[in-house]
Antibody, heavy 121, light 107 residues
Framework: EVQLVQSGAEMKKPGESLKISCKGS????????IGWVRQTPGKGLEWMGI????????RYNPSFQGQVTISADKTTTTAYLQLNSLRASDTATYYC??????????????WGQGTLVTVSS | DIQMTQSPSSLSASVGDRVTISCRAS??????LNWYHQKPGKAPESLIY???SLLITAPSRFSGGGSGTDFTLTISSLQLEDVGTYYC?????????FGQGTRVDVK
């Protein structure tokens, strides 16, 4: 069974940084893209970026570039989302998801269970 | 960025009803449109990809259609487990974008 298991909920203060993990199992981790999606009540679902663990090719949504860093470790079959200089507006649930198909025309399946991040002073 | 607009924003229907949700793209995305279902408190799950292909794990009462800029998701006979929010997403052009969601309730 293909599974993506994310790290647990976090509470952070403004200005701090955070790294969320997403461990994949049940498939060839290095050979399929993993993406990150943010969900907030106000803006809904927003695609943040995606990485191909095999060669670390990474694409970012320009809206998030510079604010986040996406990485992956093939040996531990884990993808990471680093959030820098957190603000209250970064309070959200963050999901990882595997890409089926290609960058152009693919779909996200399955999704991790989500990581709730709360940023508050 | 390509804007995705869903309608209606919410709907309430009875068990057994036929339900249709629309999704419109701000420019042509060919058939690169996906649908997801998010049950309350859970992560989204993939339902339909490339406009009309049903995931093997999805119930056959779901179907998708459309191309270019206009797409639909149809539930042929609404069931209690279908409640939640449905999202469309275009994968034609980066950055991928999602519709704002359609909330479905059962009367």
């Amino acid at each position: 069974e293909v599974q993506l298991v994310q790290s647990g909920a976090e509470m952070k203060k403004p200005g701090e940084s955070l790294k969320i993990s997403c461990k994949g199992s049940g498939y060839l981790f290095a050979n399929q893209w993993i993406g990150w999606v943010r969900q907030t009540p106000g803006k809904g679902l927003e695609w943040m970026g995606i990485i191909y663990p095999g060669d670390f090719d990474t694409r970012y949504n320009p809206s998030f570039q510079g604010q986040v860093t996406i990485s992956a470790d093939k040996t531990t079959t884990t993808a990471y989302l680093q959030l820098n200089s957190l603000r209250a507006s970064d309070t959200a649930t963050y999901y990882c998801a595997r890409l089926r198909g290609t960058i152009s025309g693919g779909w996200l399946d399955p999704w991790g269970q989500g990581t709730l991040v709360t940023v508050s002073s | 960025d390509i804007q995705m607009t869903q309608s209606p924003s919410s709907l309430s229907a009875s068990v057994g009803d036929r339900v249709t949700i629309s999704c419109r793209a701000s420019q042509s995305i060919s058939g690169f449109l996906n649908w997801y279902h998010q049950k309350p408190g859970k992560a989204p799950e993939s339902l339909i990809y490339v406009a009309k292909s049903l995931l093997i794990t999805a119930p056959s009462r779901f179907s998708g259609g459309g191309s270019g800029t206009d797409f639909t998701l149809t539930i042929s006979s609404l069931q209690l487990e279908d409640v939640g929010t449905y999202y469309c997403q275009q994968s034609h052009t980066l950055p991928w974008t999602f519709g704002q969601g359609t909330r479905v309730d059962v009367k």
